[in-house]
């Protein structure tokens, strides 16, 4: 087939899982070959090719790949079905095995896309490319100039991981870690605020452990201090860091810098020490406590989310007691919740599990603790003012969304347009959400 002169290619693209997938779709709708007479859709429009960028987190996240790989095949018979990303990654021989697969790329492979699209559309059987992790794995950087659809862009910074949680298959999924040099990062930046964007998200896998691999090392901290001095008109937050990467250098940043979002997303995981020690995460309770309390002492409107995992093997209900009593005091603003899913090939996935009814109860406790937590916090923010960015959705007619610097959504008056930097005094709630009349633009950097 000679793709030159041939028909346009239609391709949809579909991310679960992590703002880094979110990026490294990107960095897969940049890198579209072009010899190709390439077009993206939407992912339920009729297309030649639909790309899962998929996620290995849970078991729900490989189910729900499963279930949108089949689901298309059905509606489009014809069409090319490919998997790739975490789950492709590291269960491919089980891909494999399901029919309606006609691609599954590692993480390798993924970016190569130039290379195996036209190979792929003139396959007569699944193609299969997956290859491991070397020790010495580099940061594969590529630029992207947009990020479809979205009023803020994620900048990945580092990727992969060198510890070995009892109960995560990242650090096989996606590798050693392994840090993008500073020049890149800035570089990075600076297409994307050519583009419009005013907010980034700096992300990573472990994010705190950002340029030990680098020769000479750097740190989170020295990279962060170049790009929040490099960019002062421009907007940063972090995506998600551990309790005890939390200390007085990074928190000094936010005291400094008012360019950097009063903001914090914890990996907690848990509140039980005992827990902890069959996670084995890197800190206890007591540091994670500290950490928690050094960063909510910057302002009493600094935001702190959490992920917390419920019922992990073993969890007794002293043990959640633990979790429970520490959520309850930590100065939280609100949490994410997950249900423990075993992973295969982990230590966690052989350990004594937890009945799934107390599981099911235990995860309605926690996240009824996060409304009353996230209410209390968003109540304080009323009658102050506070930077935000202006979204493209919300429920309430002639209103759209704005995120603010410490993660809340406020209501505003439609007539501010997505992407806007505005300040806003939110008046109260209505509907269960946060309101505001009184918004203005943004002056100065």
């Not at 489009?76 to 790739?84: I, L």
């Not at 940061?139 to 990020?147: G, K, L, S, T």
């Not at 005890?244 to 008012?258: K, Q, T």
Request: one cysteine or more.
């Amino acid at each position: 087939m000679n793709h030159e002169t041939a028909r346009t290619v239609r391709i949809a693209f579909q991310t679960l899982g992590c703002r880094l997938n979110q990026y490294d779709t990107e960095v897969m709708k940049a890198r579209l070959p072009e010899g190709l007479r390439c077009v993206t859709v939407p992912w339920n429009a009729d297309a030649d090719v639909y790309v899962l960028n998929s996620c290995t987190v849970t078991l729900k996240a490989d189910q729900k790949c499963r279930q949108l790989a089949r689901a298309v095949k059905r509606r489009r018979p014809g069409a090319r079905v490919v998997v790739t990303g975490c789950y492709a990654q590291t269960q491919h021989a089980a891909l494999a095995a399901i029919p309606e697969l006609d691609g599954i790329f590692g993480l390798n492979e993924r970016e190569d896309i130039a290379d195996w699209l036209p190979r792929l559309l003139d396959a007569r059987a699944p193609l299969v490319e997956v290859a491991g992790f070397e020790p010495d794995t580099p940061f594969r950087a590529h630029d992207i100039a947009e990020f479809s659809g979205r009023t803020r862009a994620y900048v990945k910074v580092q990727d992969g991981c060198d510890l070995s949680c009892s109960y995560c298959l990242i650090h096989i999924a996606r590798g050693p870690n392994r840090s993008r040099p500073v020049t890149g990062i800035l570089r990075q930046i600076e297409v994307l605020r050519e583009s419009g964007y005013g907010e980034l998200v700096l992300a990573g896998v472990h994010l705190g452990s950002y340029g030990r691999d680098l020769d000479p090392p750097g740190s989170l901290v020295a990279m962060l201090s170049e790009v929040l001095d490099s960019f002062p008109d421009m907007r940063f937050r972090l995506s998600s860091i551990h309790p005890n990467e939390v200390r007085a250098p990074l928190l000094a940043l936010f005291e400094r810098h008012g360019n950097l979002r009063p903001y914090l997303h914890i990996s907690l995981q848990s509140g039980s020490d005992s827990v902890l020690r069959r996670m084995r995460r890197p800190y206890d309770v007591a540091s994670a406590g500290r950490a928690i309390a050094s960063a909510a002492g910057l302002s009493p409107h600094f935001g702190i989310g959490a992920d917390v995992i419920v019922g992990f093997p073993g969890e007794t209900e002293a043990e959640f007691a633990d979790t429970h009593g520490f959520i309850e005091r930590a100065a939280l603003s609100y949490l994410h919740v997950f249900r423990f899913s075993p992973r295969p090939d982990t230590p966690a996935a052989a350990m004594r599990p937890v009945h799934t009814e107390t599981v099911t109860e235990r995860s309605r406790i926690l996240r009824e603790l996060s409304r009353e937590k996230r209410l209390a916090f968003e109540t304080g923010m009323i009658g102050h003012r506070h930077e935000a960015t202006v979204e493209t959705d919300c429920p309430e007619p002639g209103r759209r969304q704005a995120t603010t610097g410490n993660y809340a959504s406020v209501a505003v008056p439609e007539v501010w347009e997505p992407g806007a930097m505005v300040v806003v005094t939110p008046a109260g709630f209505r509907d269960g959400r946060l309101y505001a009349d009184d918004v203005s633009p943004v002056t100065g950097g």
